[in-house]
Structure formats: structure tokens, C-alpha cells
Antibody, heavy 119, light 110 residues
Framework: QVQLQESGPGPVKPSGTLSLTCTVSGGSISTSNWWSWVRQPPGKGLEWIGEIYHSGSTNYNPSLKSRVTISVDKSGNHFSLFLSPVTAADTAVYYC????????????WGQGTLVTVSS | QSALTQPPSASGSLGQLVMISCTGTSSDIGAYKYVSWYQQHPGKAPKLLIYEVDKRPSGVPDRFSGSKFGNTASLIVSGLQAEDEADYYCSSYAGNNNYVFGTGTKVTVL
């Protein structure tokens, strides 16, 4: 049973860079799955941010594409999210999730981590 | 890409049926069979309920079912239980390697 766990440095200042890591356990990141980031502002709905394959191929939400980078570290079995520059509107719970190829749904999720953008 | 449209709230008594709609466009729900549904309890991560419109992962009770007609997908919860009180989100593949989620529906068990 694969498990995902988000981690990050904590609050981020406006105009700074948000960085998060999702560590995958119970399975290899180098499978046929894609690995996604999804966020949820407080009291609001879910928003897909983007995804990465173990080869390094990425896809991003067009509305965030100019500010987002997702990278993968196969040896560390984790993938990372970078968002810059951030504003208060980027304050959200950030989830990482596994995407099932061919069926295109999110079957396993991390517990989520709240990132607050504030000066 | 715009979020899929869901009713903000739905409710039903114990044992009753609740249906949640999810309306998209001919570029997302109408174009693909890749519609999924997620249940989210407060402070928790979303949990997969339905994938590929009407398929249920193992462990999900059969009182949860899904369907699609045109640009609208639906989730039906029959035999409503107290633990079904939660937020529900639909999602669809939107082409060009993109995904879109619904606006979310809060289900209340009366």
C-alpha cells in the first residue's frame, strides 16, 4: 500500500517561493504512475496544480504554469513542488497524490500540509 | 479551464437517497469517461469513491454509484448513513494533460 507524505519549511512571505516535498513510501516512484499536486484554499474547493512522471516529464495547470515547477528525485523516492512568486491567494492545504495511468484518477493522497503566505 | 459546477449543498435523512450533479462542458465531462468522485471529511484528505464514471474501488460501499449523461455526471448515495456527511468533489480529465475539479457539495444527514 503506497503512502504519500508532504513536508515543507512552513510559512512563506509574499513574493517568495513555496517549496514542498512529497515522499513516497511502500512503493517506487519509478512506476507507470504520474504524481500530482492538488491544493485547497481554506474553506474552498480542490485545484489541480500539476503532475510529474519519473522520467521528469511534467504537465501543469495552465492557470499556474508560469509560476510552477515540479521536479522528481528517483533516488530519494520523492517529488517536489515549487511555486513562485506567491501571494496570499496561494495560502492553502497542499496535497500530493498518485494518478493511475489509463484511468486518470487520484487513488492515493497524502494527508496534506497547510502553507500560509503572510508577511 | 473553469471548475466543474456542483450544487453547494445536499441533504437527506438516514436511509434516504441523495444525488449530486457535476456539470462540465463538451471539453471535459462530455468528452471523456474519466470522471471520478471524492469524499472529504473535515480536516482529512480526499478519498476516492468512484472512477471512470461508474467504477467503485474495492472497499467502497455499493451504496455509492456514479453515472454520466452528456456534460453532466452524477453521484448517487443510496441508504444514507451518518458517516456519509462530508464534502464531495467530482473531477474530470479535461484534455491536453489537464484535470479539473468540481466546486464541491456539502452533504448533510438530517
Amino acid at each position: 500500500q503506497v503512502q504519500l507524505q508532504e513536508s515543507g519549511p512552513g510559512p512563506v512571505k509574499p513574493s517568495g517561493t513555496l517549496s514542498l516535498t512529497c515522499t513516497v513510501s511502500g512503493g517506487s516512484i519509478s512506476t507507470s504512475n504520474w504524481w500530482s499536486w492538488v491544493r485547497q484554499p481554506p474553506g474552498k474547493g480542490l485545484e489541480w496544480i500539476g503532475e510529474i512522471y519519473h522520467s521528469g516529464s511534467t504537465n501543469y495547470n495552465p492557470s499556474l504554469k508560469s509560476r510552477v515547477t515540479i521536479s522528481v528525485d528517483k533516488s530519494g523516492n520523492h517529488f517536489s513542488l515549487f511555486l513562485s512568486p506567491v501571494t496570499a491567494a496561494d495560502t492553502a492545504v497542499y496535497y500530493c497524490a498518485r494518478v493511475i495511468p489509463g484511468s486518470l484518477y487520484f487513488d492515493s493522497w497524502g494527508q496534506g500540509t497547510l502553507v500560509t503566505v503572510s508577511s | 479551464q473553469s471548475a466543474l459546477t456542483q450544487p453547494p449543498s445536499a441533504s437527506g435523512s438516514l436511509g434516504q437517497l441523495v444525488m449530486i450533479s457535476c456539470t462540465g462542458t463538451s471539453s471535459d465531462i462530455g468528452a471523456y469517461k474519466y470522471v471520478s468522485w471524492y469524499q472529504q471529511h473535515p480536516g482529512k484528505a480526499p478519498k476516492l469513491l468512484i472512477y471512470e464514471v461508474d467504477k467503485r474501488p474495492s472497499g467502497v460501499p455499493d451504496r455509492f454509484s456514479g453515472s454520466k449523461f452528456g456534460n453532466t455526471a452524477s453521484l448517487i448515495v443510496s441508504g444514507l448513513q451518518a458517516e456519509d456527511e462530508a464534502d464531495y468533489y467530482c473531477s474530470s480529465y479535461a484534455g491536453n494533460n489537464n484535470y479539473v475539479f468540481g466546486t464541491g457539495t456539502k452533504v448533510t444527514v438530517l
